[in-house]
């Protein structure tokens, strides 16, 4: 069974960093392109970006560039987004996703999720 | 950027009754759009891809249609856990990957 498995929850300060992980299972995880998708509280889902595990091919939405970077360990098959000075604005639910048809693709499966809050 | 209108925003309806849900994008997306469906607390799950294609394990009852600009999910005899939120997904023009803003399908 293809699955990918996040990180837990998060709790963090304004400024502070932060790395959250998606471990992929049950495929060659060098295979397909994993992306981000970010959803605020209470609202729609916003596509962050994608990477190829294979060769670290990255790619992000405009709105998301410079803002958070995408990195994947193909050794242990995890990718990662991570933040270098969080803002409250960051927090939001986190969902990693295998993207089918290369880097725009359709997504599934999803990740369970990772709940990140910043908050003074 | 490709701006996908869902409507309606909000749909009651009782079970076993029929829904049909709209995606209008804001210019043509050939067939590249898809269906997902989030219950509350869940992750989205994909139901439709490329327009029409039911994905594993979906139920006969979900079926898409329309190209171009104009998309349509159709529930045909809803359950009672097929009340949730629906996003529909483009992937014809990118980056980035855009979605619908969304549209509640609640129990009447």
């Known amino acids: 069974e293809v699955q990918l498995v996040q990180s837990g929850a998060e709790v963090k300060k304004p400024g502070e960093s932060l790395k959250i992980s998606c471990k992929g299972s049950?495929?060659?995880?060098?295979?397909?392109?994993i992306g981000w998708v970010r959803q605020m509280p209470g609202k729609g889902l916003e596509w962050m970006g994608i990477?190829?595990?294979?060769?670290?091919?990255?790619r992000y939405s405009p709105s998301f560039q410079g803002q958070v970077t995408i990195s994947a360990d193909k050794s242990i098959s995890t990718a990662y987004l991570q933040w270098s000075s969080l803002k409250a604005s960051d927090t939001a639910m986190y969902y990693c996703?295998?993207?089918?048809?290369?880097?725009?693709?359709?997504?599934?499966?999803w990740g369970q999720g990772t709940l990140v809050t910043v908050s003074s | 950027e490709i701006v996908l209108t869902q409507s309606p925003a909000t749909l009651s309806l009782s079970p076993g009754e029929r829904a049909t849900l709209s995606c209008r994008a804001s210019?043509?997306?050939?067939?590249?759009l898809a269906w997902y469906q989030q219950k509350p607390g869940q992750a989205p799950r994909l139901l439709i891809y490329?327009?029409?294609n039911r994905a594993t394990g979906i139920p006969a009852r979900f079926s898409g249609s329309g190209s171009g600009t104009d998309f349509t999910l159709t529930i045909s005899s809803l359950e009672p856990e097929d009340f949730a939120v629906y996003y529909c997904q483009q992937r014809s023009n990118w980056p980035p990957v855009t979605f619908g803003q969304g549209t509640r399908l609640e129990i009447k």
């Open positions: 049950g495929y060659s995880f060098t295979s397909y392109w």
């Open positions: 490329d327009a029409s």
């Open positions: 996703v295998s993207s089918s048809y290369g880097p725009a693709g359709w997504f599934d499966p």
């Open positions: 990477i190829y595990p294979g060769d670290s091919d990255t």
């Open positions: 210019q043509s997306v050939s067939s590249y």
